[in-house]
């Protein structure tokens, strides 16, 4: 006879504590029983977002984005977007890099093929830099799987570059419209991007010069498609039990002097995208953003 399933409440309190071991089993009865689940983790994803001070020491948003975006659970995208539309210092918070490392890919597995949320995210001017820079990746991830057509895409990010526009986006987005451009190989905005570089729009702390944008526009677009891909698949989300236990949340210990953030992924060292390495240090304006976090981010994808 099989052993009784965990029920929703003990997975959520195998889930809960910090620096316990990886919670294999609690996952494995999670995504065992995904209708029992889903509404539970949307209703954590809920609270967080109503008080994110009351989970800044809990890990279950991030369990509760990890797996809804496993499950592919399109019934929890409303609750995403709005949790993502926190600020940046309660979203680094709760989840540390998964804002940076996977929120792309989770906005897109649970979207169902509807990007207008993802789209209005990246326009909020109340969202975190970070939380509007993952919809775009998001996005470019719908053109490469053929969801999102990409004349469609070109003529969106063609609208975010355009100078005349401005004085209308929230800050950095023509830099992170640019950083999508180059993953997608930039041949129909090359002149719209030049003119945001001369414009002075684009921080090139986080993306480089005009230079980098014409080598990105010589790779080929099925190159360019192929890269992405790659970078999906690294952050896939498919099979859990291969890339979260080398996170350093499972590792806490070994090197506490280097952050005080336990949700950080392994380093990469391959190359996965033409996107350059994001290097732009929040802390230059709210000044609460370490500079030891922007240093990670410039080494993590080169």
Known sequence: MNDPQ???????????????????????????????????LIEILHNATQEPDSFLESPLPFYALILLGHLRAGEAHAAILDFAALDCDALENMLGDVLTELMPIILYRTCGGQVEGIKALALDPEACEDSRSAPLDALAYAVVDGVLPRGEMIEFLGSLLDPARAAELPEMTQTFAASTAYSLQPA??????????????IDQLYIGDWEGAKVANEMSRDEAYQLLRARMASDSLDDLHAMLPSWNMYNHGADDSADDNFLLPPSQDELLSMRSPKTYDDAKRKKKRKAAKASRKKNRRK
């Open 6 to 40: 965990m029920t929703v409440d003990e997975i959520l309190d195998a889930l809960e504590p910090i620096g316990g071991g990886y919670p294999r089993a609690a996952l494995d009865a999670a995504m065992a029983q995904p209708e029992a689940m889903i509404p539970r």
């Open 188 to 201: 129909e905005l090359m002149d719209v991007l030049k003119a945001a570089f001369e414009a002075d729009l």
